[in-house]
């Protein structure tokens, strides 16, 4: 199969020094919902191949931090106030391995690898989406804010319920440079919610597929 041709996303990020298209999805989101701030600190999960983490570092400057997560080794460079960390999502434990940190922002542009099969897809798709959301819940203050790619299917209701129960206001943003054949899209929530609510894994289970949903990077 021949490699897909970049486009004029792809195109913008070499040129502007960035390591995927991805990072113009992140801008358009910050543009729309305000969820980065200076300042911030930044949780950001299935941080490889770290254009989501630079473009979050660049916007809450050298005085914020941002932390990503990832399966994969990341060996780019990136600014002093920022590091992307080897690690698995999924099985984090985050006292253990974040220790006391608080983070303002829990981002996640994670996706399943992708077997072909829409339901299977959508299904891994909507357990790692409530993965993060867990880990923003667990992490974020009042008044924090998330956001997370999904695969719309079946379970994309409730992944939105979910996000309504711990967050004040949603967006449903999908940006220009997905792509047009993609049925991804981004759930966005803003200002945590400061009541306790219900763990997120509690308000609506994933349909049943075969296999952990490993991390396709992008």
């Given at each position: 199969?021949?490699?897909?041709?970049?486009?004029?996303?792809?195109?913008?990020?070499?040129?502007?020094?960035?390591?995927?298209?991805?990072?113009?999805?992140?801008?358009?989101?910050?543009?729309?919902?305000?969820?980065?701030?200076?300042?911030?600190?930044?949780?950001?999960?299935?941080?490889?191949?770290?254009?989501?983490?630079?473009?979050?570092?660049?916007?809450?400057?050298?005085?914020?931090?941002?932390?990503?997560?990832?399966?994969?080794?990341?060996?780019?460079?990136?600014?002093?106030?920022?590091?992307?960390?080897?690690?698995?999502?999924?099985?984090?434990?985050?006292?253990?391995?974040?220790?006391?940190?608080?983070?303002?922002?829990?981002?996640?542009?994670?996706?399943?690898?992708?077997?072909?099969?829409?339901?299977?897809?959508?299904?891994?798709?909507?357990?790692?989406?409530?993965?993060?959301?867990?880990?923003?819940?667990?992490?974020?203050?009042?008044?924090?804010?998330?956001?997370?790619?999904?695969?719309?299917?079946?379970d994309f209701h409730a992944a939105q319920q979910a996000v309504r129960a711990a967050f004040e206001e949603t967006k449903v943003i999908k940006p220009p440079a997905s792509r047009t054949e993609s049925y991804e899209t981004f759930v966005v929530g803003m200002r945590r919610r400061g009541k306790p609510t219900a763990p997120p894994s509690s308000l609506a289970e994933p349909a049943v597929v075969s296999g952990p949903p490993r991390i396709?990077?992008?």
């Amino acid at each position: 199969m021949s490699k897909r041709p970049q486009d004029h996303w792809g195109h913008k990020a070499r040129k502007e020094g960035y390591a995927a298209r991805s990072v113009y999805k992140l801008e358009e989101i910050d543009r729309r919902a305000r969820i980065l701030k200076h300042g911030g600190r930044v949780l950001d999960l299935g941080a490889y191949p770290g254009s989501w983490t630079s473009y979050a570092a660049q916007v809450v400057g050298p005085r914020g931090k941002v932390l990503g997560l990832d399966l994969q080794e990341f060996k780019g460079t990136l600014p002093p106030h920022a590091e992307i960390r080897t690690g698995d999502v999924l099985s984090l434990e985050l006292e253990k391995e974040l220790g006391p940190a608080s983070f303002d922002t829990v981002i996640s542009d994670m996706a399943p690898d992708t077997t072909g099969h829409r339901f299977t897809d959508q299904a891994r798709s909507f357990r790692l989406f409530m993965r993060a959301l867990e880990i923003a819940v667990a992490v974020l203050p009042a008044g924090g804010n998330f956001v997370a790619k999904i695969f719309v299917g079946e379970d994309f209701h409730a992944a939105q319920q979910a996000v309504r129960a711990a967050f004040e206001e949603t967006k449903v943003i999908k940006p220009p440079a997905s792509r047009t054949e993609s049925y991804e899209t981004f759930v966005v929530g803003m200002r945590r919610r400061g009541k306790p609510t219900a763990p997120p894994s509690s308000l609506a289970e994933p349909a049943v597929v075969s296999g952990p949903p490993r991390i396709k990077k992008s």
